[in-house]
C-alpha cells in the first residue's frame, strides 16, 4: 500500500516547482518593472554620492529649491536620501521585498513630484539634482518633464506595490 515516489504529492508537488512553466505577462512585466526602476534608483543614487562633489552638489540642488529649510535639515536630507535610494532601489532588482521597496521609491517620487510642482509654481531657475551631474531624460533645468519623468517612475512603483507576488513563469 504505499505509493511510490514518482506519484506521491510531495514528489509531484516538487516537479511542478521545479518544472519551467509558460512566461506569464504579470510576471514579465514585473521583472521589468523592478529591474529599470531599481536600476534607475541605484544610478541615481550613484550619482548623488560620487566623491569628490556629488554630495556637495545634491545638496546645493536642495537649496537652490529655496524650500527654508535649515541646513541641519538639508544636510540630513541629502545625506539620508541617496542611502534610502540605493537600498530600495538594489532590493528592487535582487526581488526582495518588492512591494515594500517599491512602497518607499513611490513615496519618494510623490515627494518629488511635489517639490517640483512647487519650483515650477514659484518659476523658480533651478537644475535637478535627481541624477547627479547626468540628466538622461529631461533637460538639466527643473521643469515638466521631470514631473512626467517621476510620473512614469511613480506609475512603476504603484504597479509593484499592488502586483501580488508573481513568478515569472506559471506553472505547466
Known amino acids: 500500500m504505499s505509493q511510490s515516489a514518482a506519484t506521491s504529492p510531495v514528489a509531484a508537488s516538487t516537479a511542478e516547482r521545479s518544472a519551467p512553466g509558460t512566461l506569464t505577462l504579470t510576471g514579465a512585466v514585473s521583472f521589468v518593472t523592478r529591474l529599470v526602476l531599481g536600476g534607475l534608483f541605484v544610478w541615481a543614487a550613484w550619482n548623488k554620492l560620487q566623491p569628490p562633489n556629488g554630495p556637495q552638489n545634491f545638496a546645493d540642488s536642495v537649496r537652490a529649491f529655496k524650500l527654508g529649510l535649515p541646513d541641519w535639515a538639508v544636510r540630513a536630507s541629502t545625506s539620508v536620501t541617496p542611502w534610502i535610494e540605493v537600498i530600495a532601489g538594489a532590493m528592487l532588482i535582487l526581488g526582495i521585498w518588492v512591494r515594500s521597496s517599491a512602497l518607499v521609491i513611490g513615496v519618494l517620487l510623490a515627494v518629488f513630484i511635489a517639490l517640483i510642482g512647487s519650483v515650477i509654481a514659484r518659476e523658480l531657475n533651478v537644475e535637478c539634482g535627481c541624477f547627479g551631474k547626468l540628466s538622461p531624460f529631461c533637460p ?23 502586483t501580488p507576488k508573481t513568478g515569472l513563469f506559471s506553472k505547466s
Open 140 to 162: 538639466k533645468k527643473v521643469g515638466m518633464c521631470n514631473i512626467i519623468q517621476n510620473g512614469v517612475m511613480l506609475a512603476g512603483a504603484v504597479y509593484l506595490t499592488i
